[in-house]
């Protein structure tokens, strides 16, 4: 399995940014993605998470209104929208894979690093004021 994060990059407070994750190695449909942040000092926090198989998608709640998971499985690549960032938007974005059945349904059980199985090495997201 692999997951190659992209996209992160220094922006200036109210831009957005489009991450990328694209994977290989497993089979797109049957797994569920997210996207993960962990800023300098503190833990790492789920921000959104995606089934492609049925579209079913969650988001944490500090988040909601500004990002956007979307999934092209033709080219197993998903994506992360973040608008009107924010400096403590700065972080590394990462994007994990889970073969855990119906996760989604879980809302405890999806924001916790342990039920994934496979982390990228993350993309770098940097907002100035």
């Known amino acids: 399995v692999q997951l190659v994060e992209s996209g992160g990059a220094l922006v200036q407070a109210g831009g957005s940014l489009r991450l990328s994750c694209a994977a290989s190695?497993?089979?797109?449909?049957?797994?569920?993605f997210a996207w993960f942040r962990q800023a300098p000092g503190k833990e790492r926090e789920g921000v959104s998470a995606?089934?492609?198989?049925?579209?079913?998608?969650v988001y944490a709640d500090a988040l909601k209104g500004r990002v956007t998971i979307s999934t092209d499985n033709a080219a197993a690549t998903v994506y992360l929208q973040v608008n009107n960032l924010k400096p403590e938007d700065t972080a590394l974005y990462y994007c994990?894979?889970?073969?855990?059945?119906?996760?989604?349904?879980?809302?405890?059980?999806?924001?916790?690093?342990?039920?994934?199985?496979?982390w990228g090495q993350g993309t770098q997201v940097t907002v100035s004021s």
């Open positions: 190695g497993l089979t797109f449909d049957d797994t569920t």
């Open positions: 995606i089934s492609p198989g049925d579209g079913r998608s």
């Open positions: 994990p894979e889970s073969r855990t059945p119906r996760l989604l349904a879980r809302p405890t059980l999806w924001p916790r690093t342990i039920m994934y199985d496979y």
